[in-house]
């Protein structure tokens, strides 16, 4: 009498597993959990019920900084995240471009700046000023010849308040900053302005220092914004 396919199939689970019985009495080993695995495997096999493995969900598609959608036509994308306590530097990124970050080593201890043609996009220049044990002149001085629309990227790293001055705080309020009058030590500042802004500006985050909510002993959270900026038409004359 022939067997047909299904009672051939369980005859050959049978004949394995008493084999995988026999070698795990001869050589050791817990069997009892592998055997069930076979016959479970099988058995599904065999009644159609095994489920295919499904797909995994693709992966949000990600655009210029890492922003979760693109940015209208003349427009800049851009990214910027405040340093974390003081030992992870800030970055900016600004176009899918890295501004300023610990990689290309060109951000320090206070205040992370950088300059954009608010027209091109292009980048101006990048400083970083030590608002703990630097001088603030450096910045005044930096911040006092903006040209109009020139936009300014701002992220703190450890201590970006300890040296600001009366006249710092007002040449970012003039860019367009509602936070930095109330800045203080340690506190977490990330900000992004522009010369001749007529209003408040929308891109600005501050974390403030306290021992009751600080993320990391003695400092706040790092924190990170992004979004879009319209770029200005040129300047007339």
């Known amino acids: ?19 995988w019985l026999l070698a ?8 009892s959990l ?11 096999i065999f009644s159609g019920t095994k489920e295919e493995p499904t797909q995994s969900e693709p ?3 990600k655009y210029k900084c890492g922003l979760s959608a693109p940015c209208p036509p003349k427009h800049l994308a ?6 974390a306590a003081n030992v992870i530097g800030p970055k900016i990124c600004l176009e899918d471009k ?20 608010g027209v091109t996009g292009e980048l101006l220049e990048t400083r970083a ?25 701002v992220a703190s790293f450890d201590d970006a308040a300890t040296k600001l001055n009366d006249e710092s705080r007002r040449l970012f ?4 900053s509602t936070a930095v009058k109330e800045l203080a030590f340690r506190d977490s500042w990330v900000f992004v302005g522009a010369k001749g802004i007529e209003n408040k500006s929308p891109f600005e985050q501050r974390m403030k220092n306290s021992k009751s909510s600080n993320k990391y002993e003695g400092w706040p959270e790092s924190l990170e914004m992004d979004g879009c900026i319209p770029l200005r038409p040129p300047l007339e004359g």
Do not use: C, Q, Y
């Open 1 to 19: 009498m022939r067997l047909t396919a299904p009672l051939r199939g369980v005859v050959v689970v049978l004949l394995v597993g008493f084999t």
């Open 24 to 31: 795990s009495a001869l050589f050791g080993g817990d069997s």
């Open 34 to 44: 592998s055997v069930r695995n076979i016959f479970t495997e099988n058995l599904l």
């Open 59 to 61: 992966r949000p598609r």
């Open 78 to 83: 851009f990214r910027l995240v405040s340093g």
């Open 98 to 117: 890295m501004l300023m970050s610990s990689v290309k080593n060109n951000v320090g201890r206070g205040l992370n700046i950088a300059l954009v043609n």
């Open 129 to 153: 000023f030590d608002m703990w044990a630097g001088d603030v002149s450096d910045l005044l001085k930096f911040l006092r010849p903006l040209h109009e629309g020139t936009l300014v990227f």
């Open 173 to 176: 309020e003039e860019l367009g």
